[in-house]
T-cell receptor, first 115, second 118 residues
Framework: GAVVSQHPSWVICKSGTSVKIECRSL??????MFWYRQFPKQSLMLMAT?????????EQGVEKDKFLINHASLTLSTLTVTSAHPEDSSFYIC???????????FGQGTRLTVV | AQTVTQSQPEMSVQEAETVTLSCTYD???????LFWYKQPPSRQMILVIR??????QNATENRFSVNFQKAAKSFSLKISDSQLGDAAMYFC???????????????FGTGTRLTIIP
């Protein structure tokens, strides 16, 4: 299967600062990327869907000004958590797919801890 | 909106035995895809198997097979000859078959934690 690389794998930041998470498709061009959030022992909750070159579509209840998503190229999407607070601590996972394909490939996830 | 239900929060099976994980879903669409993903302790999501709704034949991948009952909206996963490496969270997921932006997202169930007993 195709490879999606997510960086960093884990990050600790101070409350009030911003942190950026990168999601790269290494061997294919991803027309669509997805960002999920997963709390401990829970399922994946979709935060937003983005197509290359256009604005992301956020799920209901997700603050678009807090979770900035940029999909500037067919191989890179970034999620920036702005003014992070301890309640933003979570596991964030990205996935990517080619438009014609039904399968989405997942990154390895990023564990964010806000102290 | 589509929903996916996994009614078994936890399951356990003896090594080398067979276990079946349940999944039901609700949709008004006729064209869709169903998936089983595995999330081991590393938390990397791994696709186990997928099923196209228009196919009557149940999908099979080595020791993994599904029982797809479209009328009943049921999609169970059978793991044969369970191995220690099968221990993980298993998520059932639904995706619309319509290739329009906004329909591409996966809807996940709440997961089943599978424990393999040596």
């Amino acid at each position: 299967g195709a490879v999606v690389s997510q960086h960093p794998s884990w990050v600790i930041c101070k409350s009030g600062t911003s942190v950026k998470i990168e999601c790269r498709s290494l061997d294919f061009q991803a027309t669509t990327m997805f960002w999920y959030r997963q709390f401990p022992k829970q399922s994946l909750m979709l935060m937003a869907t983005s197509n290359e070159g256009s604005k992301a579509t956020y799920e209901q209840g997700v603050e678009k000004d807090k979770f900035l998503i940029n999909h500037a190229s067919l191989t890179l999407s970034t999620l920036t958590v702005t003014s992070a607070h301890p309640e933003d601590s979570s596991f964030y996972i990205c996935s990517a797919r080619v438009y014609e394909d039904t399968e989405a490939f997942f990154g390895q996830g990023t564990r964010l801890t806000v102290v | 909106a589509q929903t996916v239900t996994q009614s078994q929060p936890e399951m356990s099976v003896q090594e080398a035995e067979t276990v079946t994980l349940s999944c039901t879903y609700d949709t008004s669409e006729s064209d869709y895809y169903l998936f089983w993903y595995k999330q081991p302790p590393s938390r990397q999501m791994i696709l186990v198997i997928r099923q196209e709704a228009y196919k009557q034949q149940n999908a099979t991948e080595n020791r993994f097979s599904v029982n797809f009952q479209k009328a009943a909206k049921s999609f169970s996963l059978k793991i044969s000859d369970s191995q220690l490496g099968d221990a993980a969270m298993y998520f059932c997921a639904y995706r619309s078959g319509a290739l329009n932006f906004g329909n591409e997202k996966l809807t996940f169930g709440t997961g089943t934690r599978l424990t393999i007993i040596p």
